[in-house]
């Protein structure tokens, strides 16, 4: 098993600062950049983070959910209580929708499929989850191929449920671990990216005052 990686060396990246996609009175939406902190660390050197950096513009700025850190992609901030509610209330809810695009190692043959396995934290490898049928909690994970390369596929996610390291655990279980990913590959895998080839392409709710549904899209970077 690797080592466990460490945020003692942060060097959070700083172009762009923050990359705004959409702003108005009631929310923020951003497109995170892999390696940089949603929201602050507990070690008080891991103070840069998405939503430190908003708040140098809007001050009122609160997100409403998170990505990993190496996960690029949208993320939407509340910019008054109200939007925080209404719009936490809809992740709460599974009201919102949410589609990320993976490379992962090796050719999956068919075109679609569901994963459908329980997960619990590795008490023993924190912050690392996997899969347990005994206490673990329902998840479920739909996938699409989009491209198959030499030694590679690139897929469309979607979560159904919201755990810890969803997608990776569950492209890891079926034999197809994320490339670049620092918890759950290793070897070739690891080193066929120099970052988590994971990106959260798109977001979709209701926005609190208008509510229109809208989704919000990020390009994917690899």
Not at 181 to 196: I, K, N, W
Request: proline share 6%; hydrophobic share 35%; net charge negative.
């Amino acid at each position: 098993m690797p080592a466990m990686p460490t945020l003692k060396d942060y060097f959070p990246p700083t172009d762009p600062y923050l990359n705004v996609i959409h702003v108005d009175d009631d929310i923020l939406v951003v497109d995170k950049q892999s390696g940089l902190l949603s929201v602050p660390g507990k070690d008080p050197s891991l103070w840069d983070c998405i939503e430190h950096r908003a708040r140098q513009t809007y001050p009122t700025a609160g997100m409403c959910h998170r990505l990993d850190k190496d996960t690029s992609g949208v993320l939407v901030l509340a910019l008054n209580k109200r939007a925080h509610g209404r719009i936490g209330s809809q992740f709460e809810h599974r009201q919102t929708t949410k589609s990320y695009i993976a490379r992962v190692s090796g050719i999956i043959a068919e075109d679609s499929g569901l994963i459908d396995l329980p997960l619990a934290t590795d008490w023993l490898n924190k912050p690392r989850q996997r899969v347990d049928h005994d206490h673990g909690r329902a998840s479920q994970t739909e996938w699409h191929v989009i491209e198959r390369e030499d030694n590679a596929t690139r897929v469309r996610l979607i979560p159904l449920t919201g755990r810890t390291h969803q997608l990776r655990v569950h492209m890891k279980a079926i034999g197809h671990v994320i490339l670049g990913d620092a918890f759950y590959s290793e070897g070739a895998d690891l080193a066929a990216a120099d970052r988590l080839q994971l990106h959260a392409a798109e977001l979709g709710f209701t926005h609190p005052t208008t509510e229109v549904f809208t989704t919000f899209v990020a390009p994917t970077p690899f």
